[in-house]
């Protein structure tokens, strides 16, 4: 493996909702039209779905 692939590994990021630090690699994320979130699992996404929740319709 080469360096920058192992960086890339092992790069810490924060949930969007509970700001709990988690590797990159184990994060879950939703992409928008504007930005990525970044989640440390279902629970916290559904939170920050019903928090942003907004009726396409």
């Not at 960086?7 to 969007?16: G, T, V």
């Not at 909702?17 to 184990?26: A, L, N, Y």
């Amino acid at each position: 493996m080469s360096e920058e692939s192992t960086a890339l590994e092992n790069e810490i990021i924060a949930c969007d909702v509970c700001m709990k630090e988690i590797p990159k690699s184990e994060a879950r994320s939703e992409e928008a039209s504007e930005y990525v979130a970044h989640f440390c699992g279902l629970e916290c996404y559904d939170k920050w779905k019903q928090e942003n929740n907004t009726d396409e319709e």
